[in-house]
């Protein structure tokens, strides 16, 4: 790593909030950073202010790092900003604030849960920013507090309104009339009532468990008899419609709403008093203690059992709530005030998909049907493309949900699992569906005899019940199926087919950045490569065979895999590019980053003069635009209608002063490059190394859905006049590839 030459003092400016406005744009992102006007513009983030530094004081300084989890928060302040934002399409609206709701309940499930352990545990050891877990704990206190004000002020005062302008109304029971009442009580009656079990609390009724994501009324009822009063409370069942639907089609009332009316029939004979909505959020990560676990299966599935019992570490509430009440729920909850969350609004906005799925295609985006690109499009609908044919002339680059995964990821495997010449079939799967044709190949090529091997991640988080069922049934139909590895997560997309052909073995391969699933297909943006590089599947052989069975030391010639050589592989190309100082180029697409040796690294190659594009969808820790530091690093985020979700690593330089181009699972993250399983597949055809760059270039042009990253780590809109928008464009090159 090259020493850094020198560092200008530099003064940030002061701390900056979320500040509400009209989205305008920001001065240019090649002006001098720290001198321009925040104006009207939103502004994401919380500044962390540093001091003047010398160079060596900051080489060693936690500030060159921003915050993990405080930049987590800041991506998902950048999906809410397009729920405010009044060029999106109404309903598209709705639906960012439900993505966001739910990204925030992940957060706490994992991320905060996390941090509470630790704290419960006596750990003070600091993140590279420099933040203890305690303290990490009440920044996020302090940005959330702002954030769900936002949120509530998005949806209530400029949604809900515009809602109502299109007949789309949230409606108070208190409000109806009879007939809309009658309705509502027949629905109670023969939907809602028979799921229905309240719990009451005295001294033969324990306090309840109330369970994770759980919508609940907290109910004071009254004895008529002897004038006591007790606590009662009743679950919402999340199996029924967040908001129930009036014949009219147009208006809707809160669930809990139609149960707090009906509460007499909950509690016959007694007097329902007052009754408030609350929500509780636990500790959902998994804890595995694999190195004791004789059956990776097993343990998952007891794991999967106790996190219904996870420790509470958040506490929604109406903002109304007694102060009685809301003491027995902290105390019953183990929670600190500092859990609790006061909301003015509905709680469990997550709720609003069912307001986005209603029947209005003219308040969303215009759908988009996914091309097959011409190599792969047949012109006779009953004779489909040899995809054989097709990638033994050359690579085939796909870029979805731009081009159908159903016509080219599920039909090579369809295909494969049909064809008598194909002998094996070897795929993994970290997250799938239930309407993949994939399964259903895998298990029809395992009955006709071929060789099928599976390699399921059974802790993929959230969907270790689905994956534990798909491992079942591919096994019931023969398929060999691994259940991941001790000690790391399976995370590649890599599938391998054996064939047998005229003139000996041939290996076909699928090598991409996104999950085995066609829902997924359809809203996130990714890649793949289709190829038969005899070197690539002589790699994914070796992988398979690692993966499966023993193996000590396997030599990769094409792939870079974790955690073996994507880490080392990144960080030598990274310091080759920097051997050309300003005549190198790095531009790095992915999810999130957030390795503290692979950022120094960025940091010495700006500080070379080579020029750093980073394109980060979700979590940066590098501090962009620092003279001395990164003043050659420019950050960016592209936030729309589809996830971005592909990681493509391009350097202007290789070892032969040729761009070198790389496609893969990995993000630049210690838990992928370390504790995963992953794979990076280099793209060499001079074709599809433009089509990278086009969809790179793309990118770094956006001045519709681009963020920028300051170094005072607040996030503000690219200023233009929102003429270039990503997706959009992208949409148009998919369909000239279909001609």
């Known amino acids: ?163 109502v302008d299109q007949d789309i109304v949230f409606s108070e029971y208190a409000d109806l009339d009879d007939a809309d009442r009658a309705f509502l009580d027949q629905v109670f009656e023969e939907r809602i009532f028979p799921v229905l079990t309240p719990l009451s609390v005295d001294p033969g009724h324990p306090f309840p468990y109330i369970s994770d994501l759980s919508l609940n009324l907290a109910v004071q009822v009254l004895d008529p008899v002897n004038g006591d009063e007790r606590f009662a409370r009743v ?108 909301c003015t609004g509905p709680l469990d906005l997550g709720g609003l998909w069912a307001v986005h799925g209603l029947d209005r295609p003219e ?35 796909l870029h979805h949900p731009y081009e159908s995964f159903s016509g080219s990821v599920e039909e090579f495997i369809r295909q494969a699992s049909s064809d008598p010449k194909v002998l094996a079939i070897k795929l993994t799967l970290y997250r799938t569906s239930s309407d993949t044709s994939i399964i259903k190949s895998l298990v029809r090529a395992a009955e006709s005899g071929k060789q099928v091997a599976a390699l399921v991640e059974l802790k993929a988080r959230f969907d270790e019940k689905k994956n534990i069922g798909w491992a079942r049934e591919l096994e019931k139909a023969g398929v060999h199926v691994i259940y991941g590895l001790m000690g790391l997560k399976i995370h590649t997309k890599t599938t391998l087919v054996v ?46 065979n690692l993966l499966t069975g023993f193996a000590r030391d396997p030599h990769f010639e094409k792939l870079l895999v974790a955690p073996r050589s994507v880490r080392p592989g990144i960080a030598d190309m990274i310091a080759n590019e920097a051997t050309y100082g300003a005549d190198g180029h790095i531009t790095l697409k992915m999810n999130s980053l957030v390795d503290a040796a692979l950022i120094d690294s960025l940091y010495a190659a700006s500080a070379a003069g080579t020029k750093v594009d980073l394109i980060i969808r979700g979590i940066c820790c590098l501090r962009p635009g620092v003279p001395g530091l990164s003043e050659n690093i420019r950050v960016r985020s592209i936030i729309g209608r589809f996830l971005e979700h592909s990681r493509i690593y391009h350097f202007a330089h290789g070892a032969n002063g040729s761009p070198i181009f790389y496609i893969g699972s990995a993000d630049l993250m210690p838990r992928n490059l370390d504790r995963r399983v992953e794979a990076l597949v280099p793209i060499e055809d001079p074709a599809l190394q433009k089509r990278l760059e086009e969809i790179l270039a793309v990118n770094l042009a956006d001045n519709a859905l681009a963020w920028m990253l300051r170094p005072d780590t607040t996030w503000v809109r690219v200023p233009g006049d929102r003429s270039i928008d990503t997706h959009l464009r992208l949409e148009e090159l998919a369909l000239e590839r279909r001609n």
């Open 235 to 342: 679950k919402v069942p999340n199996l029924l419609p967040r908001f129930v639907t009036l014949p009219d089609g147009k208006r809707l009332v809160p669930l809990e709403q139609v149960i707090a009316t009906h509460l007499g029939v909950l509690f016959p004979g007694m007097e329902p008093g007052t009754h408030y909505a609350f929500r509780v959020t636990r500790n959902a990560d998994l804890t595995l203690e694999e190195e004791e676990a004789d059956d990776l299966l097993e343990a998952v599935e007891i794991e999967l059992r106790r996190r219904r019992f996870g420790r509470a570490v958040r506490l929604e509430v109406d903002a109304d709530i007694s102060d009685e009440i809301l003491d027995l729920l902290i105390r019953e909850l183990d929670l600190g005030p500092e859990d609790v969350y006061r």
């Open 499 to 544: 064939r047998e052909e005229a003139d000996g073995i041939r290996r076909y391969c699928h090598v991409g950045t996104g999950n085995y699933n066609p829902k997924t297909a359809r809203l996130y943006e990714d890649l793949g490569l289709l190829t038969a590089d005899p070197l690539v599947g002589s790699d994914l052989t070796q992988l398979f």
């Open 1 to 163: 790593m090259r020493p850094f030459a020198f560092l200008r003092r530099v003064l940030f400016p002061a701390p900056v909030g979320i500040a509400a406005g009209t989205l305008t744009a920001m001065p240019d992102e090649t002006e001098p950073i720290g001198s321009a006007e925040v104006g009207s513009s939103v502004v994401l983030g919380v500044s962390q202010p540093v001091t003047s530094p010398d160079v060596s004081e900051l080489l060693e300084s936690p500030e060159r790092f921003l915050n993990r989890e405080l930049s987590w928060l800041d991506f998902d302040s950048r999906v809410l900003a397009l729920a405010a934002d009044t060029d999106v399409p109404l309903l598209e609206r709705v639906k960012f604030v439900a993505i966001f709701c739910q990204n925030l309940d992940e957060f706490f499930q994992v991320r905060v849960a996390g941090l509470k352990d630790q704290v419960a545990a006596g750990v003070g050891k600091r993140t590279v920013d420099g933040r203890s877990p305690a303290r990490q704990l009440a920044d996020i206190r302090d940005r959330l507090t702002s954030l769900v004000q936002e949120t509530e002020r998005v949806f209530l005062d400029e949604i809900v309104p515009a809602l």
């Open 363 to 397: 308040l969303k985006d215009a759908p988009w049907v996914p091309t097959t690109q011409a190599r792969l499009n047949s012109p006779e609908p009953d004779e489909p493309v040899d995809f054989f044919a097709v990638i033994r002339e050359r690579d085939v680059l």
